[in-house]
């Protein structure tokens, strides 16, 4: 049993404002992960003649307090947040699957004592957590991705877990059990199929979340740090000077907040495509 492609696909993208949506947030990664080839000025390149300089011809977003490009740092860390919101949500949504599927296939005790497990760690301030790890172990791309994808599993456990409960005792996975099927070909085959809508929904949920976790924890000095950076610490910057040089504040906020509503409103029209009521199983 699965969901009918092309009848999602045709109620997901008869909404003009889907494609409306798309189109911007195919313009931002675009801009991210093209635009830096083509822009003349680098992203940490420094000019303390052309400091805090209003956008002109040359700089199109200005320039920071040490005279570097605005428009050059947003692209470049565009592709920092954009890298980390789809690392993290990758391991997320990894940890949270095979999680979810040995909870809810395997019943019982095991069940019960994994969910116990999520119990317990859900009330737990993992913020406070992951700031504490960067700051004790230091701060590197590399431990913020995992710290963050390791904190963001529960909610896709208890979802998949909820959804195997359902499946497995569907007629097509005991006839499966039946014609001897091991254990992991019925996942493969019959459970992790009938999972994508909630993995591909949830994901497009949960990386503007991961975004934003990301650039709460560099506005806060432990992310992402110099010379690189990310949409975070930008606005960190620009928080700092918004008074007398207010662009620095504006166009990485124009991004940051252009993005996260984008990938939210794409996911909600994503979930209510995927949704039974509106869509027809083959």
């Not at 109620?11 to 675009?30: A, E, K, R, Y």
């Not at 956008?55 to 050059?72: E, V």
């Not at 019960?112 to 913020?127: A, Q």
């Not at 949960?206 to 950076?229: D, K, R, T, V």
């Amino acid at each position: 049993m699965k969901y009918s492609f092309q009848h999602t696909s045709h109620h997901f993208f008869q909404n003009p404002w889907v494609l409306c949506n798309v189109t911007c947030l195919c313009g931002i990664v675009g801009l991210c992960l093209l635009g830096p080839y083509f822009y003349t000025h680098d992203y940490h390149s420094q000019n303390l003649l052309m400091s805090a300089q209003l956008p002109s011809l040359n700089h199109w977003f200005g320039t920071d307090i040490l005279g570097r490009d605005l428009l050059a740092r947003i692209l470049y860390g565009g592709r920092t947040s954009l890298f980390i919101g789809c690392a993290a949500s990758l391991i997320a949504i990894s940890i949270g699957l095979i999680y979810g599927i040995i909870s809810g296939y395997c019943g019982g005790n095991v069940d019960r004592l994994l969910m116990r497990i999520v119990d317990i760690l859900y009330p737990l301030p993992f913020t406070l957590l992951v700031i504490l790890l960067m700051a004790l172990l230091g701060r590197n791309i590399t431990l913020l991705i995992f710290s963050i994808g390791c904190i963001k599993w529960l909610t896709m456990a208890r979802m998949v877990r909820t959804q195997i409960l359902s499946l497995k005792v569907h007629p097509f996975v005991q006839c499966a059990r039946c014609m001897g099927q091991s254990t992991l070909g019925i996942w493969r085959k019959h459970l992790l199929p009938n999972l994508m809508s909630t993995v591909i929904v949830y994901g497009t949920l949960l990386m503007p979340n991961i975004i934003l976790e990301e650039a709460f924890i560099s506005f806060l000095g432990l992310g992402i740090q110099p010379p690189l950076s990310s949409w975070g610490i930008l606005i960190f910057d620009g928080a700092r000077h918004m008074e007398e040089h207010p662009w620095l504040l504006i166009f990485p906020c124009l991004f940051f907040s252009s993005t996260l509503f984008t990938l939210n409103f794409l996911g909600d029209a994503l979930r209510d495509a995927m949704d039974p009521v509106h869509c027809r199983y083959k």
